[in-house]
């Protein structure tokens, strides 16, 4: 009897928990601080899918890590958050940009022919902090 309860309980659970859509960025809560070490920042959100390196005017090493997400609000976004590191020392952090993906309510042969856009910052997302 317990297991004819217990089997759909916990297909139930594993079937609600298969799928969630992530509304806000990982980066927006308090897990980012400025002035945090590079290796502390990579350890917890891993590694970048890309970089880039230079050296500032006064020969401090400079670099920026990129990091995508998919992020729902109504529509799915792909937003490329930027973090600057001066030094080893996050110092900023910025979206520099934002693609609206495929809409669940728009055909996707259209979806094909139209090119993605980049969509003005939403309040879901976190803003621009600069030192």
């Known amino acids: 009897m317990k297991f004819k309860i ?8 594993f079937l ?16 980012v601080e400025l ?6 920042f990579i350890q917890k959100f891993g ?7 230079a050296y500032t005017y006064d020969k401090h090493k400079r670099e920026t890590l990129f990091y995508k997400e998919d992020l729902y609000r109504g529509s799915w ?9 001066v030094d080893s020392k996050l110092v900023s952090q910025e979206i ?3 693609e609206r993906q495929f809409n669940h309510e728009e ?3 259209r979806e094909k022919h139209q090119s ?5 910052r939403q309040n879901f997302l976190l803003s621009c902090t600069n030192i």
């Open 6 to 13: 217990l089997v759909p309980l916990l297909c139930l659970c």
């Open 16 to 31: 609600s928990s298969c799928y969630t859509s992530q509304l806000v960025s990982k980066f927006s809560g308090t897990q």
């Open 35 to 40: 002035g945090m070490s590079q290796n502390e």
């Open 47 to 53: 590694k970048p899918f890309n970089k880039e390196m």
């Open 77 to 85: 976004f792909i937003v490329t958050t930027a973090f600057t590191f």
């Open 96 to 98: 520099v940009r934002e």
């Open 107 to 109: 055909h996707p042969r």
């Open 116 to 120: 993605s856009t980049t969509c003005p």
